[in-house]
């Protein structure tokens, strides 16, 4: 239902960005985001938008260097990383679900690893 994309390699201070196509009607109409996972962590949550587009919400360890963005009529989710640190570094997985904090996930991504380096 979810195919993510995106992930790479990239300097601190850098940019990348990902993209989560959803597949399906039922997939597309819920709230979508973004998850990570560093290696020894807890799976923490990064960024949400509603199914609209009209509500966005953000960990607080992102706010101002993240954006999240929605494109309907494709049904892909964006993240925009900017200013990237190496606290960055994880895999991150798309997720579809309900509220806007994504507390309850219906679908999950295959997740897209991303890595920065100092």
């Known amino acids: 239902q979810l195919q993510a994309s995106g992930g790479g390699l990239a300097q601190a201070g850098g940019s990348l960005r990902l993209a989560c196509a959803a597949s399906g009607r039922t997939a597309s109409s819920y709230t979508m985001g973004w998850f990570r996972q560093a290696p020894g962590k807890e799976r923490e949550f990064v960024a949400s938008i509603s199914w609209s587009g009209g509500s966005t919400y953000y960990a607080d360890s992102v706010k101002g260097r993240f954006t999240i963005s929605r494109d309907s009529a494709k049904n892909t989710v964006y993240l925009q990383m900017n200013s990237l640190r190496p606290e960055d570094t994880a895999v991150y997985y798309c997720?579809?679900?309900?509220?806007?904090?994504?507390?309850?996930?219906?679908?999950w991504g295959q997740g897209t690893e991303v890595t920065v380096s100092s």
């Open positions: 997720a579809a679900g309900t509220p806007i904090t994504l507390k309850s996930r219906r679908y």
